[in-house]
Structure formats: C-alpha cells, structure tokens
C-alpha cells in the first residue's frame, strides 16, 4: 500500500512539474505600444553613439559574396559618407538571436514540421559564443526560453506548443526586439509566420521603430502553402516581408511543408555570410531623429541588403 500511494504521489508530482516547466506566461506590451513612439522617451534610445549596420552582400547569382576587403565598403549617413571603424567578418561577432514561431491557428497542419526544422536550425546555426531565445506568438507572445548558450533547453522550448489563436506579427517583433536592445553582437529576429499580421496592439511603424532602435535585423520564413492560402498569396507584399526588407533582412518563402527544413538551410547560409559594419557618427546632434544609411561596395556586380536607417541617441 505504501508503495502505491508513494507511486502515485510521484506521478501527480511529475504531472505538476511537467505543467510548470511547460507552462509560458504571455510577455506584456508596455501601455502605450500603440502609434508611434514619442521622441522624447528616453527608454527607445538604447544604442550607443557608436553604429552597427549587419551587410549581406549577393552576387548577380545570389551566391553570398565572402572575400570583400574593408576597404570595398563605403557608408553614408543622410547622403554624407562617414569613417568604418571596424568591418567585422561573423565568424568574430557573436550572435544574439530570437527565433518567433507562430502557432496561430492557420499553422496547424504543419506545426510540427516547423517545430523540427526550427531546432533543426538552431543546432547548426548555433556556436559556442551565441545565444538564441525562443518565443511562440498567436494573438499573444510567449517567451519559451530566455537567451541561452543551451541547445537542449531551447529544444525543450520547442515542445508542447499547440495552434490556436490569431497572428500578432507586430507585437512579436517588437518584443524580440525589446529583449535584445541591451545585447551585444548580431542582433537577429527570425519570425516563422504565413506573413499577415491580424491582431496586434503595436503598429507596423512601432515596431520597426523599436527594431530600429535596437540595430536588430528581421528574417522570415513564410510557408505560403496554395491549397490552404491561396488569399494570402495574392495579397504580397506581406506583413513580414515590410519588417525584413525594411531592416535589412528578407523573407525566404516555401511552397510545400517538406520545403521548411530547406528555407531555414537558406537562412543558416545567410547568416553566416554577415558582414558587420561599425562607425561613429559625424553627426554629434542628440536630437533622437531618424537618420537614412546606405552601404555601397566598390565591386561591380553585387547586390548589397542592410538596414535603411536608425535613430540618432538623444541627451
């Protein structure tokens, strides 16, 4: 008798633990996410004078450009050409990033597969001076596991997700965004989504404020899967497509669920094909205003993604 009832105490016990540690409160939004940001919020400000600009640079091919010198690489900052401090290859910054699953309700048949390909990625993305949080959105944003070195806890993260809800892609990347605003290294925000925005409180230009902000860049796969999304496919440019190209990033679309584990391939290749810019300003003004970049390369041919802009620090 004793050993029955000390069996079933364990396994109500395990059933508890196992509810505690699968268990994620939604991440709250600040009161005031909706609309734009006031400039005179100090708490937006987060970067430092000096200014990082992650740079993919393609040939006509598409094939990642890996050999550019530093000096190939020219950045002007509102039209007025300024001074790289440093051009670092990504093998020598570390990366901070945030991988965002959305389990909505439209994702439901393919949950799964998404699930394993997103682990799948983070193994071999993942080196030993990285750290990458995991986060699930619906209608709400869960934090799953915090920035970690830990490729077994972020697998864990993964797990016990299930589809329901609608899609708040806004207030996902604005709280990834959030989270690695005090990080160094390469900020990366990986958003896997069919790509429509439907509930957030954020806007679409507060969250690319806060992306901004945060120096981060925005990357998606969107599955767009024509037997159930046929609507969606005919409405691009998508939600998610707005945030990548605008910072920097690009949404690789797939057309089947057996494509998953290939576009995250493609995204691991990106990544490490970054180029990461940094500079000082020649602009001292602390006024908090939006300042336009474009990177140029001095090579014939190639192609050139990075971010269009950033906010300046403000006293």
Do not use: W
Not at 79 to 92: A, H, I, S, Y
């Amino acid at each position: 008798m004793k050993s029955l009832l000390r069996g079933s105490l364990l396994a109500i016990l395990g059933i508890f633990f196992c509810a505690v540690t699968t268990y994620a409160q939604a991440v709250p939004l600040p009161p005031d996410v909706k609309g734009k940001p006031d400039e005179d919020d100090r708490s937006f400000i987060v970067r430092s004078d000096l200014v990082t600009v992650l740079a993919a640079v393609n040939a006509a091919t598409g094939q990642p450009v890996l050999n550019l010198r530093d000096d190939e690489f020219e950045i002007l900052e509102n039209g007025v050409p300024q001074t790289l401090n440093k051009v670092g290859r990504q093998d020598n910054v570390p990366l901070r990033l945030v991988v965002m699953l959305d389990t909505s309700l439209s994702v439901r048949n393919r949950l799964k597969l998404e699930q394993e390909a997103a682990i799948d990625f983070l193994r071999r993305t993942l080196r030993p001076n990285d750290r990458a949080a995991f986060y699930s959105f619906n209608h709400d944003v869960y934090l799953r596991q915090d920035l970690t070195d830990s490729l077994a806890a972020l697998e864990a993260a993964t797990r016990n997700l299930d589809a329901r809800g609608a899609t708040a892609i806004f207030d996902a990347a604005f709280i990834g965004a959030r989270r690695l605003a005090t990080e160094d290294g390469r900020r990366v925000i990986v958003i896997v989504s069919d790509g429509q925005n439907t509930v957030s409180k954020a806007t679409r230009d507060r969250a690319l404020a806060e992306i901004s902000r945060t120096d981060a860049v925005v990357f998606g796969i969107c599955p767009l899967i024509k037997t159930e999304y046929d609507a969606y496919i005919k409405q691009p440019p998508n939600d998610l497509e707005l945030l990548a190209s605008q910072t920097g990033g690009r949404v690789i679309t797939v057309s089947s669920p057996e494509e998953i584990m290939n576009g995250f391939t493609q995204l691991e290749a990106e990544l490490r094909a970054q180029y990461v810019l940094s500079y000082y300003s020649s602009n001292d003004a602390r006024d908090g205003k939006f300042r336009k970049i474009e990177v140029r390369v001095k090579r014939p041919g190639v192609r050139i993604r990075a971010r269009n802009g950033y906010y300046a620090p403000q006293d």
